[in-house]
């Protein structure tokens, strides 16, 4: 049996994981501050012997503490084959991204904090959830954007976006080094897009265009959605690549992993679909607002992590729309 320490854990990312981890036999101990989720996407597994929940801060040092404490005292037992510690805790949302002070406290020292209690205790693997954003306004090439290409970020003049961007790419140094120092094993993932059934926060844009399209027939986006294309990739197979990680020990080499589909959907495209899925004939589309520094496509190259692990994504965006539809009618 392995433990696994989850940040962030009842969100997208970490909900699905402590699913997956349960039922795979392990041990799981998470915590969340509710920042932008709640308590039900883990409701199924609360009772779970293995599960324990924590409603805790990655800034609050003194819960940081008696999250160490718990986490020696189980593993002082000698019980757990392995100490993972994952780190999905961040202000995500694009709303944020333009904002350093929101962005840097969780998604930076909170990120560097966590790595070095999972050092502090012997932990075995450490993995950063890192972001798609790194790549800034070069996200996409002939056959997508590698981890191997050069990031050429937007600079301050440009826009406050890349703040978030810039501190999700100072995780993955610390990671690095980690490893490259021989404290801990692990690895960075840069997510693009990562939606799930249970999702109802409406500054994403697959929960917008499906509340917006059944509560009211039609869909006001950015003008942005005229010409920008994206990616989307499932929460389960998000979660996929993240256990294939884990389990492939030449992957953990402080080195970054790419994870997405290769399923370019335009956003206008994306609204017939989900308006198809909730049998909306020729639905409304407004455009209201400009984001700055949007790309217009962001096409992951994925070479890398099927190389090392035999991890590909399972669930199409057709039938991830038709789950996130299923969902909201049960
Ligand atoms: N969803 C995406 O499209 C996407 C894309 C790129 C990268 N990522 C990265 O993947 C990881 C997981 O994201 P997700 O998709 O599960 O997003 P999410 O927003 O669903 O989950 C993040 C969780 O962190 C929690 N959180 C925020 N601040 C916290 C704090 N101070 N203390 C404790 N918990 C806190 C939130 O309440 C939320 O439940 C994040 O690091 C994110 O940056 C996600």
């Given amino acids: 049996m392995d433990l696994y320490v989850i940040s962030g854990v009842t ?13 795979g036999g392990h041990r799981v101990i998470g915590f969340d501050n ?10 199924d597994i609360l009772e779970n012997q293995w599960f324990s929940f924590y409603e805790f801060d990655i800034n609050n040092r003194e819960q940081m503490e008696m999250l160490r404490d718990m986490v020696r005292e189980e ?32 998604n930076v020292l909170g990120m560097k904090a966590f790595l070095e209690q999972a050092e502090a205790v012997g932990a075995d693997t450490f993995i950063n959830c890192s972001t798609s954003e790194v790549y800034s306004m070069n996200s996409w090439g002939e056959h997508g954007v590698a981890e191997s290409d050069y990031i050429t970020m937007a600079n301050a003049e440009h826009s406050q976006r890349t703040s978030y961007a810039t501190g999700k790419l100072l995780t993955e140094f610390f990671m690095k080094e980690a490893v490259m120092e021989g404290r801990i094993k692990g690895c960075s993932i840069r997510f693009a897009n990562v939606y799930s059934k249970n999702e109802r926060y409406p500054k994403h844009i697959i929960p917008h265009i499906l509340i917006q399209l059944k509560e009211h027939g039609g869909v006001e986006l950015l003008e942005n959605s005229k010409v920008n294309y994206r990616t989307f990739l499932h929460n389960e197979d998000s979660c996929g690549a993240v256990i294939a990680l884990i389990q492939a020990e030449d992957a953990l080499d402080g080195s970054v992993y790419n994870v997405a589909t290769d ?14 899925k909730l049998g909306i004939e020729n639905p409304r589309i407004t455009f209201n607002g400009y984001r700055e520094s949007d790309p217009k ?15 590909r994504p399972h669930i199409t965006l057709d039938q991830g729309i038709a789950m996130c539809v299923k969902e909201m009618a049960d």
């Fill in 297 to 311: 496509r962001r096409l992951l190259n994925t070479d890398k992590i099927k190389a090392r692990t035999d991890w």
């Fill in 263 to 276: 399923e370019e959907i335009s956003i206008l495209d994306l609204v017939k679909l989900c308006a198809e």
């Fill in 75 to 106: 593993t002082e037992m000698g019980r757990f084959d392995r100490v993972v510690y994952i780190n999905c805790a961040a202000v995500v949302h694009t709303e944020h991204f333009y904002h350093v002070n929101r962005t840097f406290e969780t």
């Fill in 11 to 23: 969100g997208m990312t970490g909900n699905e994981l402590s699913r997956k981890l349960v039922a």
């Fill in 34 to 43: 509710f920042f932008a989720s709640s308590i039900t996407t883990v409701e």
